[in-house]
């Protein structure tokens, strides 16, 4: 494809429907593969295309897109042509930050008698699905997300929009001193078992002065780099 440019990628993706497998092999690894989702402007407005690939194998039969704007809301992905690639197109605001995830292959008898864009439906097989959700190979932007017993957890891929809001307050920053956080373990009547907890003083803590309160749930995914919750306190 001489001087070719990825814009109206729409065009694009009907023209491959006719076009020779060789052409979407070199397509993917030169323009899209690594550079994904792809984001296109809708013209005369502030919303954005979001395109969405995914690279399946000669067994992949299906491609479900799990987005954190559409809930437990799974979206099947179109196959391109009569090729092993994926396609979904999403139109999102230009200031959105979020995760996404994929889920190939979906087996539907994992979830008999269940539809599966039912966000009611989903969320009680949640605990099902999500050992199987896979991060985008082509975005190297994730998130881990850990269940409450810190062993179980999934990646997410980032999706950023072009005017998300910037987050230079969970960047380090060497001027600025740095606090502690100290691990515990309280027992629970309610649950009737063992729950971490971490502690979080700044740099300037003084045991005889009085500080605001603030309860952070899901503690543990504070230690990530993904949510560096003591930097933004810090």
């Given at each position: 494809?001489?001087?070719?440019?990825?814009?109206?990628?729409?065009?694009?993706?009907?023209?491959?429907?006719?076009?020779?497998?060789?052409?979407?092999?070199?397509?993917?690894?030169?323009?899209?593969?690594?550079?994904?989702?792809?984001?296109?402007?809708?013209?005369?407005?502030?919303?954005?295309?979001?395109?969405?690939?995914?690279?399946?194998?000669?067994?992949?039969?299906?491609?479900?897109?799990?987005?954190?704007?559409?809930g437990?809301?799974?979206t099947?992905?179109?196959?391109?042509?009569?090729?092993?690639?994926?396609?979904?197109?999403?139109?999102?605001?230009?200031?959105?930050?979020?995760?996404?995830?994929?889920?190939?292959?979906?087996?539907?008898?994992?979830?008999?008698?269940?539809?599966?864009?039912?966000?009611?439906?989903?969320?009680?097989?949640?605990?099902?699905?999500?050992?199987?959700?896979?991060?985008?190979?082509?975005?190297?932007?994730?998130?881990?997300?850990?269940?409450?017993?810190?062993?179980?957890?999934?990646?997410?891929?980032?999706?950023?929009?072009?005017?998300?809001?910037p987050?230079?307050?969970?960047?380090?920053?060497?001027?600025?001193?740095?606090?502690?956080?100290?691990?515990?373990?309280?027992?629970?009547?309610?649950?009737?078992?063992?729950?971490?907890?971490?502690?979080?003083?700044?740099?300037?803590?003084?045991?005889?002065?009085?500080?605001?309160?603030?309860?952070?749930?899901?503690?543990?995914?504070?230690?990530?780099?993904?949510?560096?919750?003591?930097?933004?306190?810090?």
């Amino acid at each position: 494809i001489t001087g070719f440019k990825m814009q109206n990628i729409d065009a694009l993706l009907n023209d491959l429907k006719h076009a020779e497998s060789e052409s979407l092999i070199w397509l993917w690894n030169t323009h899209i593969h690594g550079n994904t989702p792809i984001i296109e402007k809708k013209n005369n407005t502030d919303t954005y295309f979001a395109y969405f690939f995914w690279q399946g194998e000669d067994n992949t039969e299906n491609v479900y897109l799990h987005c954190g704007v559409t809930g437990d809301k799974l979206t099947k992905l179109d196959r391109i042509a009569d090729s092993n690639y994926f396609v979904y197109k999403m139109e999102l605001p230009g200031e959105l930050r979020t995760l996404y995830s994929f889920l190939p292959n979906l087996d539907k008898t994992l979830i008999p008698d269940t539809d599966i864009n039912d966000p009611a439906a989903l969320s009680e097989i949640n605990n099902l699905l999500r050992p199987l959700f896979k991060p985008d190979p082509s975005n190297q932007m994730r998130q881990v997300l850990y269940d409450g017993d810190e062993k179980t957890y999934s990646v997410k891929s980032i999706i950023e929009m072009p005017h998300a809001e910037p987050q230079p307050w969970s960047l380090l920053e060497p001027r600025v001193p740095v606090g502690t956080v100290d691990p515990y373990t309280i027992k629970s009547k309610i649950l009737k078992q063992d729950r971490k907890i971490w502690i979080y003083k700044p740099c300037s803590y003084d045991s005889k002065s009085k500080y605001g309160l603030l309860l952070q749930f899901d503690g543990q995914c504070h230690q990530l780099p993904s949510i560096p919750l003591p930097t933004i306190l810090d």
